[in-house]
């Protein structure tokens, strides 16, 4: 089964970037749909970002559309969030998770993402 570890959270202002990455192992990231998701405090984990199995399609959630862009690394095995114009409301957990689906799109509920990284956590303050 494949493993996943997220890298590239902290602390930044409004305004500024971020590049999250999600390096795999045990399995290759063309493998799976591949999904970023988030958690603040206080609040269920919701999806951020998703991109299928092909790479040919990619999916947002309404509140980060035209600020993240997820992109898959065949070569670095990796999936990675650019993360810009950041707001305080971004401020979460941030998940890497692999959906093992025949399924041409993007899934947007927990329930079909079959493995989980440990988060980074993103703190935007004001």
């Known amino acids: 089964q494949v493993q996943l570890v997220e890298s590239g959270g902290g602390l930044v202002q409004v305004g500024e970037s971020l590049r999250l990455s999600c390096a795999a192992s045990?399995?290759?990231?063309?493998?799976?749909?591949m999904g970023w998701f988030r958690q603040a405090p206080g609040k269920d984990r919701e999806f951020v970002a998703g991109?299928?199995?092909?790479?040919?399609?990619?999916d947002y959630a309404d509140s980060v559309k035209g600020r993240f862009t997820i992109s898959r690394d065949n070569a670095k095995n990796a999936v990675t969030l650019q993360m810009n114009s950041l707001k305080v409301e971004d401020t979460a957990v941030y998940y890497c998770?692999?959906?093992?689906?025949?399924?041409?799109?993007?899934?947007?509920?927990?329930?079909?993402?079959?493995?989980w990284g440990q988060g980074t956590q993103v703190t935007v303050s004001s």
């Open positions: 998770a692999a959906d093992n689906t025949v399924s041409p799109g993007v899934r947007y509920l927990l329930k079909y993402y079959d493995y």
């Open positions: 045990g399995g290759t990231v063309s493998s799976y749909a």
């Open positions: 991109i299928n199995r092909s790479g040919g399609r990619t």
